[in-house]
């Protein structure tokens, strides 16, 4: 089958690690991939922006910006078109993207069926984050964009009651949840060698990958350390960078717990793998109500002991005392204190981790799982066309 894979995603981050592998996950599956995409976005280093968009964010005014964005229809059209006439697609997938509606007209000047993968609803994002001029032709794009869709991927089910909103139908949508890569974490390295490397072969690591921001409550984690006995193990280990961590790192020096927190900053994809081995409790803490974030099922791939919010979104794949002790998001202290109760209880945390190691297998959680669900749903399509 060849499948017209199309997105406007030039950052790279957690979203630029879901496109490419479901880009490989359909190869790997025999499928020819045509991808159009924005020109330049593969020289953008991961864990930062295309920097001509951050520009273009930072000094055009609000009104240019979308207008621009809305304009990008012709070029994004343009090369569809081209991509169509040169290898004649069987189909086509595309990332959803606010304003971004060249996918539904080549759809239907082509007769393509078309699946539309949606992360987050990113006409609300962008209206509460950062606001928006063009709010009508924003929201009447997304409402456009999700309701053309022969078939629409939503990551949670919450994110799929959000669009259901909008007027799509439940049976023209299918939850498929981010996945992991299981080659990437066959062979990782033994968690020791990290271990030793940062000196915490006898400590007891709590940690978080990814970007991090004030509300996701790390805060909290260091002031519980800084009650800790001298003599008490817990480290905080932090993989990734962001905004709150310079606050975070005055925090720990102005509690004199410095030696008992560590921040890696940005690392290649490549090497998180090992990086999470050497967790002993992963933490994930607050995160939107729609999302599915990726540092979770790495943190299943690896069997870690998990700390998470008792929310919708997130027990949809989390069971408390089962894969993970889930806390109540609404608690100041709810975090602090699952976190405490899995150190406390050896066998506890030897529990929530083997069944944590399962869940992947069992809910088919990998990348290749969800590019065959993308293919069936493809061949459905195309069987009543």
Request: aromatic letters at 8%; one cysteine or more; proline letters at 4%.
């Amino acid at each position: 089958m060849k499948i017209l894979y199309h997105h406007r995603t030039s950052s790279k981050d957690g979203q630029a690690v879901h496109i490419k592998e479901m880009i490989a996950a359909l190869r790997d599956l025999g499928h020819e991939v045509i991808v159009v995409a924005p020109a330049g976005n593969q020289h953008t280093s991961f864990g930062s922006d295309d920097n001509f968009v951050v520009m273009l964010k930072r000094y055009v005014p609000k009104f240019c910006y979308e207008l621009m964005e809305f304009a990008y229809n012709w070029i994004a059209y343009r090369a569809l078109a081209k991509a169509v006439k040169q290898h004649q697609p069987d189909c086509l997938y595309e990332r959803y993207n606010l304003f971004l509606l060249a996918g539904i007209w080549i759809k239907r000047k082509h007769h393509l069926p078309m699946l539309l993968e949606v992360n987050s609803p990113i006409f609300e994002e962008r209206e509460r984050y950062d606001g928006l001029s063009l709010k009508r032709l924003a929201r009447w794009s997304q409402a456009t964009t999700w309701r053309a869709a022969d078939f629409v991927l939503p990551v949670t089910q919450v994110m799929a009651e959000i669009i259901q909103s909008y007027g799509v139908a439940p049976e023209k949508m299918l939850v498929i949840h981010n996945g992991i890569n299981t080659k990437e974490f066959d062979n990782v390295a033994s968690h020791n060698s990290v271990k030793s490397a940062l000196g915490l072969e006898n400590k007891l690591v709590l940690g978080f990958t990814g970007f991090v921001r004030d509300w996701h409550g790390l805060d909290k984690v260091i002031d519980m350390i800084a009650n800790d006995p001298p003599e008490a193990g817990r480290h905080l280990m932090v993989v990734g960078d962001g905004p709150a961590r310079p606050a975070l790192e005055k925090q720990a020096e102005a509690l004199n717990v410095t030696n008992r927190v560590s921040f890696t900053g940005i690392i290649g994809r490549e090497k998180i793998p090992e990086y999470v081995a050497a967790f002993d409790i992963a933490l994930q803490p607050a995160v939107v109500a729609y999302a599915s974030p990726l540092k979770l099922f790495e943190y299943l791939a690896l069997g870690k002991a998990i700390v998470a919010p008792a929310q919708a979104n997130i027990r949809e794949l989390l069971f408390d005392e089962h894969n993970a002790i889930l806390f109540d998001p609404n608690q100041a202290d709810g975090m602090p204190k699952a976190i405490d109760r899995l150190c406390k209880d050896d066998a506890l945390r030897l529990s929530v981790s083997k069944n944590a190691s399962a869940t992947i297998a069992d809910k088919q959680l990998t990348w290749k799982a969800n590019a065959e669900r993308v293919v069936q749903l493809f061949e459905r399509l195309r069987h009543h066309a």
